[in-house]
Structure formats: C-alpha cells, structure tokens
T-cell receptor, first 114, second 111 residues
Framework: NAGVMQNPRHLVRRRGQEARLRCSPM?????VYWYRQLPEEGLKFMVY????????ESGMPKERFSAEFPKEGPSILRIQQVVRGDSAAYFC????????????FGSGTQLSVL | DAKTTQPNSMESNEEEPVHLPCNHS???????IHWYRQLPSQGPEYVIH???SNVNNRMASLAIAEDRKSSTLILHRATLRDAAVYYC????????????FGRGTQLTVWP
C-alpha cells in the first residue's frame, strides 16, 4: 500500500526556468494539499485541490505559481520563472475526505534555484 | 486560525517517558488538537488528535486539559527514532487540511 509519492525528490533549476513538482496521492484519496517549508521554518499551506477542482488556494502566491489535480494522473505544482526565494522543500499531502482530520504526507521535493 | 505555543526544544533519555506540552489558550469549541512530527528530511507524520477526551494510540497518548487551553503529548518510552520536530496544531472541520504548522518542539533523544 504505497504512501503519497512525490517526484522528483530533488530538483535544481536556474533562475527563470520552470519547475514542475508531481504528487500521487495515496490510493483512494481524492484530496490533495501542497505545503512549502522554507529553511528553518514550519510548513506553510499553499493550496488544496480535489480532482479537477481547486478548493482553496489562499496560501499560494498569486503570480508564477499554479496547481492542478487532473481527473487522471498526479497533482502538479508548477512554478514559472523561478527565483532564488522559491528554494524550499515542497510537501504534498492527501486525505480520503476533505475534513482535515488526518493528512498523509509525502517525502517532499527539495527545490534548489541557482 | 488559533495559534499554539510550544517549547523550542526538549531532551530525553532513551526508554524514558517524554511529555511534550502545548498551550492553546484561544482554542475554540470546534478546534481539534492535532500532533504531527517531522523526522529529518521527511514529510510530517500524523501522531494523534483529539477534541476533549484523552486519546491513546500505538504511537502516543494525548492528555487534554479540562478547559482545553493546553494539552500534552506523551511518548511512553522514547526511542532514538522518536527524535523529531513535534508540531501541535489546532484544526477545524472547516479548515479542510489547511493546517498551521508553527516552529514545533525539537525533541532530542539521548542513548
């Protein structure tokens, strides 16, 4: 029973490039959440998605960041024109129901912007 | 979102009990108390949660004060694998997974 799968584990991009982070939720889970963790800080909520719908994107920067969770395939967090300040660990979590009772987190993607 | 206050760090010896405190004086009646922990280079891991009554599971126990303004996560016998950052989080059903992670408590376990 695979857990939440994130890839890549590490991603290096130069300033101005695009970063695509993928997340496959646990089997049977239809709710996905993305969090970002800056160095030496706690996790910060970014966005909550269900299949084909964005439910809450209040924590996501208005520019350059977008997220999707298509009917088929993994959820994608996309960062366009990356800057050094985007360097962080990005974690995806899933739950079977959108009540936030218990989240299952992946191991994260460490994004480094050169 | 109501906030929690935790000590920055705590230490314990292996096989001893650990009591991790959390203050949440502004908790509302519908807030659940959640605990997650994060091992180095890993995503957070759910530990336990409760509303009013004390809770036990295979990982830990959660003791909730009668006025709900504080709670304590109890690890009955600490192991080296319990060394992690422990987060105390308040969450409502309406929060829909938008959990607020503060700085947490860094637990060090000595052999």
């Amino acid at each position: 029973n695979a857990g939440v799968m994130q890839n890549p584990r590490h991603l290096v991009r130069r300033r101005g490039q695009e970063a695509r982070l993928r997340c496959s939720p646990m089997k049977g889970h239809s709710h996905v959440y993305w969090y970002r963790q800056l160095p030496e800080e706690g996790l910060k909520f970014m966005v909550y998605l269900q299949k084909e719908n964005i439910i809450d994107e209040s924590g996501m920067p208005k520019e350059r960041f977008s997220a999707e969770f298509p009917k088929e395939g993994p959820s994608i967090l996309r960062i366009q024109q990356v800057v050094r300040g985007d360097s962080a660990a990005y974690f995806c979590a899933s739950s079977p129901m959108g009540q936030g009772e218990k989240l299952f987190f992946g191991s994260g993607t460490q994004l480094s912007v050169l | 979102d109501a906030k929690t206050t935790q000590p920055n760090s705590m230490e314990s010896n292996e096989e001893e009990p650990v009591h991790l405190p959390c203050n949440h004086s502004t908790i509302s009646g519908t807030d659940y108390i959640h605990w997650y922990r994060q091992l180095p280079s890993q995503g957070p891991e759910y530990v336990i949660h409760g509303l009013t009554s004390n809770v036990n599971n295979r990982m830990a126990s959660l003791a909730i004060a009668e006025d709900r303004k504080s709670s304590t996560l109890i690890l009955h016998r600490a192991t080296l694998r319990d060394a992690a950052v422990y987060y105390c989080i308040l969450a409502r059903g309406s929060t829909l997974g938008r959990l607020y992670f503060g700085r947490g408590t860094q637990l060090t376990v000595w052999p």
